[in-house]
């Protein structure tokens, strides 16, 4: 008979963070659900997680270039889901650094969907090799090139998340500073939520659309699932994105 396994009680300081951060989530949740836009963020957010799940468990990858971008495509999933998670619970600096992980992990996938051939030799790289040749900088400077863009909007992007959250910084402590009152561990503020909801929907709906396209010969119920998120991720685009977007 196998003997029950008694898991250690953890310290009430850990157990009150938690209760904490449950109360925050709940919440933000509620504040969520006061906001048709809001909630159309939310579901957009899990027709994203979806899709990109769909793509990484339920498609077979055809070869090895397949099977990094679906590697790559389990950091999206994790990275979007933890960025997510710590919003709701009140973690604006990390939710934030988190999602700037999101937009790298982006333009890596989307610089491989254009040249494959570049998969392998990313793979096989050495450290030091890695950092001469794909460095976030070249990959950003690559697709816009690939783009014909001239305005450095990608670069734009990661350094706002880089100073506000990647890197400390005085502006940053205002993403755990409300009001520039210093506040340890999780709290709640309307602000913070909206504008970092926004900003995670925005960077994590560009990242699947882009996985998804990586895989050209997928079943029928793969492509299925495609064409149900391209079909949601359009019509919120219609609404919520500037038309130059």
């Known amino acids: 008979m196998m003997a029950e396994l008694i898991l250690p009680k953890p310290p009430e300081n850990l157990q009150n963070l938690r209760k904490e951060e449950d109360g ?3 919440q933000s949740l509620l504040h969520i659900n006061g906001s048709a836009s809001f909630v159309d ?5 899990h027709d994203c997680l979806d899709a990109i799940q769909v793509h990484t468990i339920s498609h077979q990858n055809l070869d090895e270039e397949e099977l990094v971008l679906q590697r790559l495509g389990i950091r999206l999933f994790n990275s979007g889901s933890c960025a997510l998670s710590l919003l709701l619970s009140g973690y604006y600096q990390n939710a934030a650094l988190t999602i700037r992980d999101l937009l790298e992990t982006r333009f890596l996938v989307d610089y491989f969907r254009t040249d ?5 030799i990313w793979r ?6 890695r950092r001469k040749n794909f460095q976030p900088w070249q990959i950003r400077d ?3 090139k690939r783009d014909g863009f001239t305005e450095k909007k990608r670069a734009e992007a990661y350094k706002l998340l880089s100073n506000y959250a990647s890197h400390p ?18 709290f709640f503020d309307e602000t913070y939520l909206k504008a970092l909801l926004e900003e995670l929907t925005k960077r994590l709906a560009a990242a699947a659309d882009v996985y998804v396209r990586c895989f050209p010969t997928v079943k029928p119920n793969v492509r299925s ?8 991720l359009h019509a919120w685009s219609q609404t919520y994105l500037p038309k130059s977007q």
């Open 116 to 120: 494959r051939s570049q998969i392998k």
């Open 169 to 186: 910084t005085h502006a940053g402590f205002k993403l755990f500073s409300p009001k520039w009152m210093s506040k340890i561990g999780p």
């Open 225 to 232: 699932a495609r064409e149900h998120f391209l079909s949601r």
């Open 124 to 129: 096989d790289s050495s450290d030091d090799e």
């Open 142 to 144: 690559s697709l816009d």
């Open 41 to 45: 963020h939310i579901a957009l957010v």
């Open 24 to 26: 925050i989530r709940a």
